[in-house]
């Protein structure tokens, strides 16, 4: 076994045993760090969170799913893996593996039943996420997506300041204005910090007829694009609002389950190809 000095190991000497069983838990044997963001609230962006880290995995990408939501983590019911508990072996975390390529990590793994409430004020919440980023066990990643809560407050800001200026942002909104103003905050929290971002998703961009395909613009149409073309950074795509997107989740699917030409996961293939 090698031993090897990482500038971000949070415990020393860290392990790297190769890129198929390495438990290091240093960021340097991370190459690209996303972290998926939203300024409001119900935009589906842990949904947009999963299925990009699924679709990285499923090209072949060693990938790293970490769920920075205390209050409300829901990466565990939509992957399929409630009832999951991660596994301490001294110094590190271990995540929980789903399928062959990704490893994931979250809250909801460490509770000691679905219904507990966390009650925790700021300082706690802080030390928690550098525990789940820095001592999870995720060994030699392409890339580690992290889904955050809402907002630019204590966990996004933690998250961005723990992973460094090489993370990248991804931008989820919904097309009405009421979601585009709190998201433009979340543009303006990035730029602020330091960090880039590579791009807006409009997430819940019309609604899909289950039966006529027709697409009625149930929150208007475009408000993404348009926010992007304002803030000068890259737009995405746009991922429609299904029924088979909630049927999914709530069932512990991904899009990559529905059929291949199905117009979500189509949406989210064109989006991936951009990253």
Not at 107 to 132: C, M, T
Request: proline share 6%.
């Amino acid at each position: 076994m090698t031993k090897t000095k990482c500038s971000t190991c949070s415990v020393g000497d860290c392990k790297s045993r190769g890129q198929d069983e390495g438990d290091t838990a240093c960021l340097d044997h991370i190459k690209n760090k996303l972290v998926i963001l939203s300024g409001k609230g119900g935009v589906g962006k842990s949904t947009v969170a999963v299925n990009m880290a699924v679709a990285l995995a499923n090209a072949g990408k060693k990938v790293g799913l970490l769920d920075v939501d205390i209050h409300g983590p829901s990466v565990p019911r939509i992957l399929g893996l409630k009832g999951k508990k991660s596994k301490l072996k001294a110094p590190w975390l271990i995540p929980v593996k789903w399928g062959e390529n990704m490893k994931v990590m979250s809250i909801g793994f460490l509770l000691p039943d679905d219904n507990e409430a966390v009650i925790w004020r700021g300082p706690v919440k802080g030390s928690l996420i550098k525990q789940l980023i820095e001592e999870t066990a995720w060994g030699n990643l392409d890339y580690l997506v992290v889904d955050c809560p809402p907002g630019t407050g204590d966990e996004p800001l933690s998250v961005l300041q723990i992973l460094g200026p090489d993370a990248k942002a991804v931008i989820v909104t919904t097309p009405q204005a009421v979601a585009i103003d709190d998201v433009r905050r979340s543009i303006t929290f990035c730029k602020k910090v330091g960090n880039p971002i590579v791009g807006v998703v409009e997430n819940m961009s019309g609604f899909v007829c289950p039966k006529c395909k027709d697409v009625t613009q149930i929150f208007g149409a475009g408000g993404g694009k348009r926010l992007a073309e304002e803030m000068g950074i890259p737009f995405l795509g746009a991922i429609p609002l299904d029924p088979s997107i909630t049927l999914s989740g709530d069932a512990g699917k991904t899009l990559f389950d529905l059929e291949a030409d199905h117009p979500s996961r189509s949406a989210m293939e064109e989006i991936i190809e951009k990253l």
